[in-house]
C-alpha cells in the first residue's frame, strides 16, 4: 500500500513539474516579446529626440534668420506710420508632401496603414506609393 501511495505522489510530482515547465517556457516567450518591445521603443525614441533637436536648431536657424531680415522691413514700415507688424507668408503647395517625405526618410511609416511607426523592414510599399502619387 505504501508503495502505491509513493508512486501516485512520484506521478503529481512530475505531472506539477511539467505544468512548471509550461509555465517558465510561456513566461520566456512575454519576456522576449517585451524586450523586442522595450527595444524597439527604445530606436524610436532616440530617432525622434534626434528629430526633435534637429527641429528645435532648425527653428532657432530659421528665427534667426527672419529676425535679420525683418528688421530692416520692420525699421522701414514704423517710419512710414505703419503698425510695424508682417503678416508671415503662407506655407508652399508642396511643403506637405516634403515634411512626409523627410519623416519617411528619418525612419517611419507615412502610409496609412502604419503612419508614425518605426519601419524596422527597411522599405514600405504602402509609402513608396504614396510618395509616387502626383
Not at 113 to 129: A, M
Request: glycine letters at 8%; hydrophobic letters at 35%.
Amino acid at each position: 500500500m505504501e508503495n502505491h501511495n509513493l508512486f501516485k505522489r512520484m506521478d503529481q510530482l512530475e505531472t506539477h513539474v511539467g505544468g512548471l515547465h509550461t509555465e517558465l517556457g510561456e513566461m520566456k516567450l512575454l519576456i522576449k516579446a517585451l524586450l523586442e518591445e522595450n527595444k524597439r521603443l527604445s530606436i524610436e525614441n532616440q530617432q525622434l529626440r534626434d528629430l526633435f533637436k534637429r527641429e528645435s536648431l532648425h527653428v532657432v536657424d530659421e528665427a534667426s534668420v527672419e529676425e535679420v531680415e525683418q528688421a530692416p522691413q520692420m525699421q522701414q514700415e514704423t517710419s512710414d506710420g505703419s503698425a510695424g507688424f508682417t503678416s508671415r507668408e503662407t506655407p508652399a503647395v508642396g511643403e506637405g508632401h516634403d515634411n512626409l517625405a523627410r519623416l519617411y526618410h528619418e525612419g517611419f511609416h507615412i502610409c496609412n496603414v502604419y503612419y508614425g511607426h518605426l519601419r524596422t523592414e527597411g522599405d514600405c510599399l504602402f509609402c513608396l506609393s504614396f510618395l509616387n502619387k502626383d
